[in-house]
């Protein structure tokens, strides 16, 4: 991902191998008859994809602890439903940078580093009976003691800025912008920094004039801003939106496309985005999502992440409304290889430094046990 070091905000950069790989579908094509590019990201030696945490937020981490360092960061604390998590452990480990991770106890499996031991700079918290909601709630709270900083999530423009190298390098392999951007979205940010990447090529004049249109998928039963957008609504209404969420996060078929608190509101956030390229959203249900994952690693011949399915799956429903006849169509797998990486290398999983009752576990108790 380097190779965009001018467009990142760093002054320097770190160790990491991982970087999208945008190539020309032809299986997949063919059985769809639409014109589809793949920005693939995970492991998949063949097309050149080492990507070892077999998630694109392995593009988030990297200029993220670096900007750290250079603002002059000692630790950092964020919580992750797994992938998040997993990149920057995994860049922890390589960095030495210390990183506190929080997860629902129930998402533990998903945090491991890929051929080496985790390094003694990652403390891993599981909160029992909790969703990632619950997670971000502690750790913004472990974030306003003294020396520890939050990762910043949308706010933080090193994480956007690395998730748009996805639309960088798409945009470098194809010679131009696609007409169509699909993507599975949670808290959205991955779509906010495709359509910020996409204002500064189009500012660079070299790759179009046009705006992507946003396609982001959410995963039902979960999808308040699909319900908020297709009410022409700014804001999202819990009561409205995502009445019981707790219930519909547990019966999602990809539980890391969950966020209660999404940018979507804010100036610049998910609703803008949306809007400046005539996006559309997407509901997403398992058996969709189910099905697309059959077809994708059938068609395409590599294995790929729940989140990635679910886009996949609206990438499906597009085809059959017949929207994307003459056009170039960017399909983001944002993760994938798992399977194929376990088979080529051991994975090790990390343990929780500690395990708390819920959110409102005490913090200066958790970080005597942690420091």
């Given at each position: ?77 964020l919580a992750s439903a797994g992938n ?30 890929p051929g080496r031991e985790p390094g ?252």
């Amino acid at each position: 991902m380097w190779k965009f070091y001018d467009w990142l905000p760093a002054r320097s950069h770190t160790e990491s191998r991982g970087a999208t790989v945008t190539y020309r579908s032809d299986s997949l094509s063919r059985e769809l008859d639409i014109d589809l590019y793949v920005a693939f990201n995970g492991y998949w030696p063949e097309r050149g994809a080492e990507m070892l945490t077999c998630s694109f937020k392995e593009l988030e981490a990297p200029p993220t602890i670096v900007r750290a360092r250079e603002h002059g960061g000692k630790a950092m604390v964020l919580a992750s439903a797994g992938n998040t998590g997993r990149a920057f452990a995994y860049l922890s480990t390589v960095t030495g940078f210390p990183l506190i991770v929080v997860v629902p106890e129930r998402n533990v499996e998903r945090l491991w580093i890929p051929g080496r031991e985790p390094g003694p700079s990652v403390r891993l918290i599981a909160v029992r009976d909790a969703d990632y909601s619950d997670a971000i709630a502690l750790a913004d709270r472990i974030a306003a003691l003294p020396g520890i900083m939050p990762e910043g999530g949308a706010k933080n423009v090193a994480r956007r800025d690395g998730m748009g190298t996805v639309m960088l390098d798409a945009a470098v392999a194809m010679k131009a912008m696609p007409d169509d951007y699909f993507q599975a979205i949670g808290s959205g940010t991955g779509g906010i920094a495709a359509w910020e990447a996409a204002l500064r090529l189009r500012d660079d004049g070299r790759f179009g004039a046009g705006l992507p249109r946003l396609h982001l998928a959410q995963n039902r039963p979960f999808v308040p801003m699909l319900h908020a957008w297709e009410a022409g609504r700014r804001d999202i209404r819990p009561d409205m939106d995502m009445p019981d969420a707790k219930r519909a996060i547990a019966e999602m078929y990809s539980d890391v496309l969950s966020n209660r608190s999404p940018p979507y509101s804010i100036r610049g956030g998910v609703y803008d985005a949306l809007k400046d390229t005539g996006g559309i959203v997407y509901g997403v249900t398992r058996a969709e999502a189910e099905r697309a994952k059959r077809l994708f690693e059938e068609r395409e011949g590599i294995d790929i992440l729940p989140p990635a399915a679910v886009a996949v799956a609206a990438l499906l429903q597009a085809c059959e409304r017949g929207i994307l006849e003459g056009r170039r169509v960017l399909l983001n797998i944002t993760g994938g290889g798992q399977e194929r990486l376990e088979k080529e290398m051991p994975v090790y999983r990390i343990e929780p430094a500690q395990e708390v009752p819920g959110p409102d576990a005490p913090v200066e108790q958790i970080m005597e046990v942690l420091l």
